[in-house]
């Protein structure tokens, strides 16, 4: 079982920054490799970024493809989502998301565990 605990979210005018963190409980948060999603209102989640156990390997949705970046600690048991050059359209809950295996999966059905999220709002 891995419990998830997003913090970090907040509202930021566009073009502005905000840092996303994602602890994790569990003594194999390593094994696990880990994704963001995002949901706006009367939207489906979606995918926003994914890294692998190691970290050596990442992926992200072409909307936010060079102002996002995942990373990860696992000593730390938590990962982040660094985003800049932040766009009103990037106003959504942001989930973080783990599954349990070790390759980065872009498909929200490849994840076993979910937080509560945090909301992000960026404004015009």
């Known amino acids: 079982q891995v419990q998830l605990v997003e913090s970090g979210g907040g509202l930021v005018q566009a073009g502005g920054s905000l840092r996303l963190s994602c602890a994790a409980s569990?003594?194999?948060?390593?094994?696990?490799?880990m994704g963001w999603f995002r949901q706006a209102p009367g939207k489906e989640r979606e995918f926003v970024a994914t890294?692998?156990?190691?970290?050596?390997?990442?992926y992200y949705a072409d909307s936010v493809k060079g102002r996002f970046t995942i990373s990860r600690d696992n000593a730390k048991n938590t990962i982040y989502l660094q985003m800049i050059s932040l766009k009103p359209e990037d106003t959504a809950v942001y989930y973080c998301?783990?599954?349990?295996?070790?390759?980065?999966?872009?498909?929200?059905?490849?994840?076993?565990?979910w937080g509560q999220g945090t909301q992000v709002t960026v404004s015009s």
């Open positions: 569990g003594r194999t948060f390593s094994r696990y490799a």
């Open positions: 890294i692998s156990w190691t970290g050596a390997n990442k």
């Open positions: 998301a783990a599954r349990e295996g070790l390759s980065a999966r872009v498909s929200r059905d490849d994840y076993n565990y």
